[in-house]
């Protein structure tokens, strides 16, 4: 679903990526870890195309990803991706966020859009918040919306960066049970995160990034438990 082939990023004088190969399958959830200026988010944007890189190939369900070529509005319906920040429209209601997009880029019928985004919230949890405007809501359940409002375009994989970050302790769990539930239906996730009990149960694999590198990866059980990798082993101490 996702490949990706030596690939170099930089900001001007800066290597940010410095040939990163990885690749994630159908249905598989891979939780990315990493200390924070590693470079995990703009791996996260190059591969939905926000962000252009110097060398190196992406192929998302097939597709080469490169930002000035036709082809990067079937890769964006492809891949949806998850803030940090929500950022809802402030000045409409739950479900006419979530039907924003279907409606407006795919072009569905606003009845069929709403029908289908009253089904992602009642999924979520929040089907009774569907006519509140986000202002309203907390920050978990603004990215419980959020994450419905992905789904809403259904794409066949989603990216999340650091989801749970911005949230208040006490409103994480219910966006991870979200993301957990999505996983157990099969969705493609690539998870950027810090929250290494989430790593443990649900990810099939973990990549661990250092300095514009996949220093280590495998599965969770292994990463998280007997690292090989010294900076691996550092950072965990520090996050757990
Ligand atoms: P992470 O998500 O792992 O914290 P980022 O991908 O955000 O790391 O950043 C990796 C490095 O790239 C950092 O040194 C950051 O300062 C730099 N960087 C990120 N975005 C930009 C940008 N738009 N312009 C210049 N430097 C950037
Ligand atoms: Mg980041």
């Known amino acids: 679903m996702i490949e990706i082939r030596d690939l170099h990023k930089r900001f001007g004088d800066t290597e940010v990526l410095k040939g990163i190969d990885a690749s994630i399958s159908q249905g598989e959830v891979v939780c ?58 402030p000045n409409r209601t739950v479900i006419e966020n979530v039907i924003e997009g279907p409606v407006y880029v795919k072009g569905e ?15 979520i949890g929040i089907v009774d918040k569907a006519d509140a405007y986000p202002s309203s809501l907390s920050g978990g359940q ?14 066949k994989m989603i990216l999340f960066d650091e989801p749970t970050s911005a949230l208040d302790p006490e409103l994480v769990g219910d966006v991870l049970a979200a993301m957990r539930s999505l996983a157990d239906d099969g969705m493609t996730m690539f998870v950027v995160t810090h929250e290494i009990s989430f790593a443990r149960e649900v ?38």
């Open 203 to 240: 990810a099939d694999r973990v990549l661990f990034m250092d300095s514009g590198r996949i220093v280590e990866e495998g599965t969770a059980e292994k990463m998280l438990s007997v690292p090989e990798n010294d900076r691996t082993r550092d950072f965990l101490q520090r996050v757990l």
């Open 109 to 123: 019928a606003r009845s069929e859009a709403t029908d289908y985004g009253m089904t992602l919230l009642e999924r």
């Open 32 to 89: 990315l870890i990493g200390a924070s200026g590693s470079g995990k988010s703009t791996l996260l944007r190059c591969v939905n195309g926000l962000e252009n890189y110097e060398a190196g190939e992406i192929r998302v369900d097939g597709i080469r990803v490169n930002r000035d070529d036709r082809s990067i509005r079937d890769v964006r319906l492809a891949v949806s991706m998850v803030f940090q920040r929500f950022n809802l429209f």
């Open 142 to 155: 603004q990215q419980r919306v959020a994450i419905a409002r992905s789904l809403a375009m259904r794409p």
